[in-house]
């Protein structure tokens, strides 16, 4: 079983505890960073671990828009939304993806965690239905505990399953959650399949796609989906998060979801560099390009190395199954001695006995680091 310790009033044995199952954990300070290298204790490494998957964050035009709309706007936006923090780089922000999401509306959000929570506690209540996946993100999971529905879970990614669930409940106000590519798994889910489930069953979808956008465009050009977030954390290298659908979706949330209302708006200077983030991924295709080249580039090593990925997708998410918590970090800290920062990922991130060896790929990354990369994740796995 996976135990979270918190649950104990002794706190100091909590800690022991869980540094007992190899299940501590580390913030790892990145002392500076440039392109795909991190320096740590002193150390470059290649950075196998961020989320930023075509680089923007550093980009120079992004660099320089943060300068820019810093020196106009300031720091903090004074206020939330509905009293005086909307300024003009917020609303910019929202069109624009309304725009690129092709959907009548657009809602921008704090974060990735604050969106799904907002949409899905605003949404639903006790009496409606949640079906999803298993193995959805954290954030997906607490805006169902917070909405009170009733909860029912499929096996990751088992569509069959889903369906089944659907049929037995056809009484129910039903909604569908799911998210475009798995960030422990890599997996994809299958966009057609989840729409005519949806559309057959007469469900609302919800579909979080975190990891998708900028990377697959099947994903947040599906005009079919109701309701969709986009975490800006990710491949758009800023914070934040859309949601977005059709008019009165967004005027819902805006009027009703408390973690919309009752929260200082962004900066408006990050809204500002993340539009030209959005430019970037709109002009430079290259860089998704890249990032798919070196994934099917990584699937292709992996498999000549006999090495178990979760999934041989486009994905830039590559996990290798380790299984036990002590051998997972064993391996990541050997490989940050060689020069490699990747995650090693342990329950109650993953199922018990499911730890794992995280890499993200990123467009800036060489094929010939992959190369080494995996040549020692070989030596490594075998010990
Ligand atoms: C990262 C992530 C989030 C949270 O987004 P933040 O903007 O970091 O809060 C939500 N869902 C998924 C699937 C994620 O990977």
Redesign the pocket.
Known sequence: MISHPMFNQNFSENLLINQKKNLHRYRCLIENREQTVAIIAGKNVINFCS?DYLNLSMHPLVKKALAKGAFQYGLGSSASHLVSGYLKPHQQLEEAFAEILNRERALLFN????A?LGVISTLLSRNNLIISDKYC?A??IDGIILSRAKHLRYAHQDLNQAENLLKNNLHKKTFLVT?SIF?MEGTLTDISEIIALSKIYNNYLIL?D??GFGVLPAYYSAKEVPCLIT????AAGS???IVSGSHDLIENLLQFSRLYRYTTALPPAICYATLAALNIIKKENWRREKLHELAKFFNQEAIKRELPLTAYNLSPIKCILVSSNQKTMLIKNKLFQQGFFVSGIRPPTVPFNKARIRISLNCLHHKKHIIALLDQMYELINL
């Open positions: 989320n974060s990735g965690y604050q799904n993100h954030s997906l998210e960030s979080d975190a990891h975490p800006l954390g990710k914070m934040g998060a």
